[in-house]
């Protein structure tokens, strides 16, 4: 089991920056690749952003790529989410997630194959 714990979520004007975390505790953080999602209002849970149990592979969505940043610290089993530049389109709840993996370097984008979840941080962009 691992718990996490997100944090970071805010009010920001458009062009501002956020930074999100997501702590977690439990079994060893390095065991999993780690993911982050969003769900704003009336829409279904999209993909944001992955990155892979060593840290060397990310992957970002095509909606963010060059705005957001993912990165993990495994002395404090934490992983970020650096934002930039956000947009009103980007107003939603975020989640981190955790999946298990044996892989070091796999990415995970399909929110199903992730096994826990965070309970969310809202971020609201005003235009």
């Known amino acids: 089991q691992v718990q996490l714990v997100e944090s970071g979520g805010g009010l920001v004007q458009a062009g501002g920056s956020l930074r999100l975390s997501c702590a977690a505790s439990?079994?060893?953080?390095?065991?999993?690749?780690m993911g982050w999602f969003r769900q704003a209002p009336g829409k279904e849970r999209e993909f944001v952003t992955a990155?892979?149990?060593?840290?060397?592979?990310?992957y970002y969505a095509d909606s963010v790529k060059g705005r957001f940043t993912i990165s993990r610290d495994h002395a404090k089993n934490t992983v970020y989410l650096q934002m930039n530049s956000l947009k009103p389109e980007d107003t939603a709840v975020y989640y981190c997630?955790?999946?298990?993996?044996?892989?070091?370097?796999?990415?995970?984008?399909?929110?199903?194959?992730?096994?826990?979840w965070g309970q969310g941080t809202q971020v609201t962009v005003s235009s």
């Open positions: 439990g079994r060893t953080f390095s065991s999993y690749a």
């Open positions: 990155i892979s149990r060593s840290g060397v592979n990310t």
């Open positions: 997630a955790a999946d298990s993996t044996l892989y070091p370097y796999t990415i995970i984008i399909v929110p199903n194959e992730y096994d826990f």
